[in-house]
C-alpha cells in the first residue's frame, strides 16, 4: 500500500529543495495510487530518477566586450521508449528543480503520442530580452560548444522552448553541424529556409481551437461568428487566433506581459503576427496601424472584457 | 571595490539551496579581497561555475534481487591548468551542493601542486556499509556503464575517496577497461597487483607527522618518546599512527565510529592495520589481541585521555 | 572442373575439425557443380571465408555468487549486400563450427529475401535452461558489454535465435542503449512495450501453414477439418499451430523435449501459449486443465499417432 | 550598388589563377546584378568560399611495380541545406580550379532540387585510359584509404562523373565499407548487383529528349520520325539515343574522340551500347556489326552531316 | 640521369601557378644531383606531393558586427618521420603556394633534429594587425571550429608562427579543449601560465649569437664591447638583443617596419620588449623613454649605420 | 584437491580439436598442483579463456591478378596487466589452436617482465615464401585493413614473430598510420629508419649466450676459445653467432631447412648475416664466399659435429 510513497520519500529525501520538482512527482503518484498494487516498483524507481543530467557553464561576450557566464542544462530524463526529446528554454528563471519537473512530465507525454520518443529538457538561465542578434548568436553557439557531444539524432533531440524560437534554432544547429561537420535532424524546430518542417509553430493554438470546435459541437453549437478573447500574443496565441479565423470566429483580444489590445469588431491577425514575429515588437505597437483599438495597460484585465469564449494562452 | 561581491550575489541567487558551495566560495572571496583590485573578474567569474556536472542514475541489484536506484555525480570543475583529477565518494551524505564545494577546493589545491592538473570531485549517495562484496561490485559496474564515457587519461582521471579504496577502484578499473577496451592511467588508486603505485594510502599521514615534527623543531623540541592520541582508523589515521612510531613516539589511543581504545604503553598499530584493512572489523577487535588494552564506548572520550599530542584524523 | 573443388580442399584444409561448416559448405558446393562453369571463383573463395569472426569470455556470478566463464560468438559471414543480420543462439551445444555454418546459410538466405542484408550468426554455450531471471540478466549484460563495439544498425543487426526470446533480446538491448547512449534498431525481436513489432515470433510457423495449404490446394484438397500433429512446442510450433486453427483443421498432438500431449478432438492452443510463453511450464502441464488429454512420457511417439498431415516443428 | 562586385574582387585577388573558378562566379554574380538590392551579402560572401577543401596525395602501384603518385580532391562547397553531395571525376585535366567551380555549380543545382543536400565535387588528375582493371581497383583503393574520413551518409555523399562508373564505385565502395566496417547509402551509382538504384546512367539523356519533346509541343510540332544526330557516346549520350528511339525517331550519327559512325538509315543503340559499355571499344567497332554505316574520323564532322535535330552530347 | 627532373616536370605541370612552391622543390633537386643514382625515386615521388592539404572558410564577425570569411589553411606534408608538426601564420599574404613551400622545408628541417616529427605548415589570410583583442579571439575560435577535427597529439601538432604568438595559441587551445574536452600537448606556444614551456619565444634569437660566439671565436675575436645593430624587432631580433647584452657587446640599432632607433651607446633592451610584447606599440615609441636616442624613419636605413656586426632579424 | 582438473576439463569439453591449447593449459596446471589450495578458481578461469579473438579474412592478389583469401587472427588473451602485446606470425601452419597456445605463454611470460603488459598473439596461415615483395606490400595492407580497428597504443601491441620482420612491420605500419592517421608506438619491431629501436632482433640470441656464460661461469669455466655449434640461421641463431664471436668463442657450424655449413676454424658471421638478412639466400650461398667450408645436406647432421657447446636455435 505504500510503496509508491516510499519512493517519493526517498525521492524527496535526496532533492529537498527541488520543489518544482517533488510537486509534479507528488501529483503523478496521487493519479497512480487507484492502481498502486499493479505497479511494478523496480521500473517505477527508475522513472523517478532522471536518468541523467548535464549541466554546462556558458561563457558569452556582450557587444561591449564583458564577460558573462551562465549555466546550461540538459534533463535526459527518459529512454525506454526512444531516444530523449524535449524542447531547450532561456530564460532567467530556468533551474535544475524547474527543468526535472518539466522533463518528467516530457517522458509521460511523448509515451502517450505513439511515436518511440524518450522525454528530456534543458536551456539555460540565460535572459534573451534586450540582447542584441549577434548576443544571441554568441550564446547559442556557446551553448551548443558543450551540448553538442550529449545530443545526436538516436541520442537525444532537442527542440525549442521558451526563448527559443526558429532563429535560436538556426544558430544551434548551424554550430552543431559545423563542429560534427554532419548535416542530421539532431534539432527540431529550424526555419523551412533549412530545411525545417510547414506549420509546425503553430500547431499548439491550432490544435487548440479544434479541441474547442468538437467540445462545441458536442453541445450542439456551432464556433461560426463567436467573440474570442485569448490572453497571450507568442506562438501558441497567435496559432490559436489565426485558426479562430479560419473557423468564421473572431478575435477580440489578446495580450502580452506589458498590456491588452482590444477591438470588438475583431482583430487583424496578420498585422499582429508581423508585430511580433517580423518586428519583435510589443503588442501596444498594435494601435499605430488601427487607431480604433482599445489598449489596457495590465495584461490581467483582459478576463473583464465580454466574449463568447476565453481561452488562456500566455505562458503561465 | 565590490567586484567579487557581485560575483558572489550572482552566484547565490542561482544556487539559493547550496549551503555547502556558497560558504566555500565566500571564504574563498573574503580572503582575496586584499588583493581584490589586482583581480580580473572575467577569469574569477568563470572560477565559481563548474565547467561542467554530470548527475546520472545508477540502478543496481541487491543479493535479494531487489532493484535499487542511487544517484551519480561527477562534478568537473575546471580544467585550466589540465585534465580533471579528484576522487569519488560514496557516502548517503553526498549532495551536488557537497561535492561543488570539494570540487572547487580541488582545483585550488591542484593548482598548488605545480602539476598540469584541473579539479574535479565525484562519487555518490550509495552507502557501501553492511553491503557484500558482490553487491559493492555491482553497484561500481553499474556506476561505470555511464561515468566511462565522460572520463580519460586526458579528460579526467578520478581517484578513490570516502568509501572508495583498493577494492572499489579495482572494480571500477575493471568496468572501464572492459567497456573501452584500453588500460590506461584513468584512475588513480588502483593495488599494487593491477598496476597501482607505492605507499600512496598512507602519504596524508605521513605528511601530518612530518609537519608536526617541523613544528616541534621550529619550538627547539622533538617527537621522540611522545606520547599521541589520533582520532580515527582510517587511511589517514593509521598512516599517522604507523609514521608516529617510526619517528620514535608512541600511539597511546585511537577510534572508530563505535568507541576508543587505549592504552598508555602505546597501541600495535599493525595488528590495527589488520583489523580494519585486511579483515574490515571494528576497533573494538583490537582487545581480542591485546586484553590490556581499554575501550571506551562513546567516540567523543578520547578527546578526555592524557596525551603530549593530538592529532584529529577522523572524518568530519 | 575441378575448380570448386580445390576451393572446397583449401577450406578443408585448414578447418579439419569443423564438421558442420564443412558438410554445409560440401553440400553448397554439389549443388553448384551444374553450373561450375558460370562461377567467378574469385568471389565464390570470399564466400568460403567468414569475413569476421569474434569469440570471447563472457564472465558472470550466478545467484550463490561463483563465477562462471562462457564463450560468446559472433560470426560475421558476408556483407557484400548489406550489415550483417543474423540471429543470437544460448545453448550448451553452440560450437564455431555450427555457427559458421548456421551463418553460411544465412548469407543465402538473406540474400534469397530481396532485402540489402548479410549473414551472420552468433550466440554462447551458456544453458539458459534452470537459470533465474537475474542469472540471465546478468549473463545477457556481460554478453553485451563485448558484443556491443561490433554490432550497429549498419555494421550487424541481431536477432534472436533459440534460447534468445523477447526477454533475452530486451536486457540485451537495455545494455547495449545504456553503453552506446543511443536508442537504434540495431537489434530485431524486441517486446513490443520496448517498440518491438507486431507477428514476428509466428512469422514462420504461419508461413509453414500458408505452404501446406498452397500444396494442398495444388493436389484440389483442402485443409478444413484436417487433423494435424505438430511436434515441438516453441514458437515455430505454436505459430504454426494457432494458423492451423485459423484456417480450420484442428491440432490433435503436440511435443516438447519430456513427452506429448494428444487430444483426437482437437488441442487449445491458447491455453498451451500460456503455459509455455508466459508460464514457462512443460507441456505437461496442459493436463491440468484438460484432463482429458492423453500425456505420452516420449516425445518420438507423436510419430505413431493418428493424423492427417505430420508437421515437424521442434528443434533438430 | 557595388556589392557584390567588390566580393568578387576579394575572391579575384585571393585566387587570381583560378580561371574556372572566377570566370563561373562571375556569371552568376552577373545574373544576380537584377536583384543586388535584395541580397545579403553577408550570406553572398559564404557562398563564394567552399567550406572545405581536402587535397590528397593517392600513392599507387602499376602492374609493372611501379610507384605513381596522384593528387585526389575533395571539395565541400556548401552544406547550408543538406550533406554535400557531387560527382568524383578521374580525368588528367582535374585541377582544384576547375572542381571549385563545378562544386559552386552543384550548390546551386541542388538547391532547386527540393531534396536537402548541400553541393561538392571531387576527383584526381589520374588517367583511368589505358589502365588495366587491376591497376584501377588498386587506385581507387588508395584513393578511399584517404577520402573515408571526410564522407559519410550524412556528412558528403560522392556519386560517379566522367572516369568514375559503376565499376570504381564498386571499388570505392567496398573499400569504404571495408574500412568504416558499415554498409551505407554513402556512395550513389553503385551496381544493381550490389545495391544500386535503376536506370540511373541514362537520366540525364533521358531528360534531353525530354525536354526536346516539349519544345516541339510548345511549336506545334512532333519528334516522330525526326532523323537525330547526338555527339558522343557516353552517358548521356546513349540515354538520348535510347529515348529518341522510344519516342519514335531515329538516331543517324554519333562520335567518341577518335570519329564519328553515320548511318542515314538509323543506328542500332543496343549494339552500340554493349560496344562502349561492355565491350569498352572504340565507336569505329561499329563497323564489325554493320558495314553499311560510314565513318569519319574526326569527331568535328559530325556537325557536317545532315539531320532534323543535332544534339551536343559529348564532354566538352 | 634525369630522374629527379622528370619528376620536377610532373610536378610543375599540376601547380603550373605555385611558383614558391616549385622554386623551393627546385633547388632541393639541384642540391640532390650530385647523389641521383643513390635516390630512390619511388620515395623521392611521394616527398614531392603534400600528403594531405585541407583548405576552409572561417567566417567571423568584427566588432562593428560585419561578417568576414577568410580562408584557413593546414598543409600535412609529411609524416613518414612523426606526427605533422610545423607552425600557423596568420598574414595577408599566406597562399597555398607559400605554406606548400614552408611545409616542404619543414619536412627536411625536422627531419634534423632528430626527433620523430613529421612537417606541416597551415594559417590564413586574416591579417591581425589593427585588430581588437575580441576580434582576434573570435577569428581564432572559429579557425579552430575546423582545424580542431585535423589535429591532436599523435597526428598533428601545430606551432606559433608569423601573427600567431603566446595570445593566440592561448585562443587556440581554449578552444580545441572546450571542443574535444582533452587537456593535450596538440599545441606548442601556449603561456607559461596555461602549461607552456620557458624561454622558447628567443631560441631562435639566442642560437644566432652563441653561432655568431662561435664564429668570432674561430677567428680569434671576442664579441665583448663589439657594437651590434640588429634589424627587426619581432621574437627573434629581441631574442638576439637580450643575449648580445647577456654576452657583454651593446645593441645599438633596431627597426621595425615604420622606422629604425639608434643610440651609440647601446640600447635598452628590457625597456623596448615592453614596448613590442606587452603594450604592442610601434618601436617609435622608445624615444619616449630614452630620448637620446634617434630615430630615421625609413627601416632600410639601418644599413647605413654604423657598428661592428650586422644581424638581418626582420620578416622577410 | 580437484578444482583445477575440474576447470581444465570444462575447458576441454569446449574445444575438444584444440590439441596445442591443451597441451600448453595441462602443463601450467600441472605445475601449479603443488600450491591448488592458494588458487583462486574464479581468478583461473578467466585465465583459461582467451579475453578475446578476432578471425578474420584477409584477400589479396598476386602479381598474376588471382586473388587468394587467407585468414588473420588475432588472440588477446589477457589484459588484466596492461593492454594485450605479443607477436604476428605469418606461416602456413598457423591455427588458432596454435595461437592460442602461444598467447596464453605470452600472458605468463609478459607478467614476468614487470612491465604492464598483458598477453596476445595473431598472424595468418599466408606463407611468405616465394612471394614477391609486392605481395608480401600487398598481404600486410590487407591485413591491416582489418586489424587495425583491433589494436592501439592502450588496446593492443603487435609486434613481429616468424615470417613477419622489419619489411613487414613496416608495411603493416603503414598502413595502421594512413589508415588512423596518426603516429603511434602502436607496432614494435619497426626498422631504424622509421623509429624502430636499436638492436632489438638480436635480443634474444645475446640472452641465450649471456645464460650460458653464467652457466659456465657457476662451474668455473670459461667461454673463451670454445667450439660452437647452432642449428638455425634466423635472428636468434644470428643473434646467438655474432654474440659468441664478441665473447671470444667461434661457431663451428650453422644450418637452415636445407642443409648445415662447417668450419672447424670459425665461420665468418658476418658475411652469414648479409647472406641471410639483406640478400635473402639460402645458407648454401657461403660456400661461394668461403669455398674451405663444408656443406651438409640434411640439417640434422649438425649435430653429429664435433663442439664445445652445442646450442638449438632453429625455429621447431
Known sequence: MNKLNDIFDTVQQRNT??????????????????????????????LCVPERIIIFSVPWLDDKGNTHVNQGYRVQHNSALGPYKGGLRFHPKVSLSALKALALEQTLKNSL???????????????????SQNEIM?????????????????????AGDMGVGNREIGYLFGQYKRLTNTFTGTLTGKDLSIGGSILRPEATGFGLLYFVEEMLKHHNLSITDKSVIISGSGNVALGAATKTNQLGAKVVAMSDSDGVIYDPQGLDIVTLSQIKFKNRLRIKEYLMHFPQ????????????????????????
Request: hydrophobic fraction near 30%; aromatic fraction near 8%.
Open 138 to 158: 554568441r550564446f547559442c553557439q556557446s551553448f551548443m560548444n558543450e551540448l553538442y557531444r550529449h545530443i545526436g539524432p538516436t541520442t537525444d533531440i532537442p
Open 17 to 46: 529543495h527541488e520543489k518544482e520538482y517533488l510537486q509534479t512527482l507528488k501529483s503523478i503518484i496521487d493519479s497512480l495510487k487507484v492502481m498502486e498494487d499493479d505497479i511494478n516498483d523496480s521500473v517505477f524507481k527508475r
Open 293 to 316: 483599438a482599445t489598449y489596457l495597460d495590465n495584461p490581467k484585465d483582459i478576463w473583464n472584457l465580454k466574449c463568447d469564449i476565453a481561452l488562456a494562452c500566455a505562458t503561465e
Open 113 to 131: 503520442t505513439g511515436l518511440s520518443l524518450g522525454g528530456a529538457k534543458g536551456g539555460s538561465d540565460f535572459d534573451p530580452k534586450n540582447k
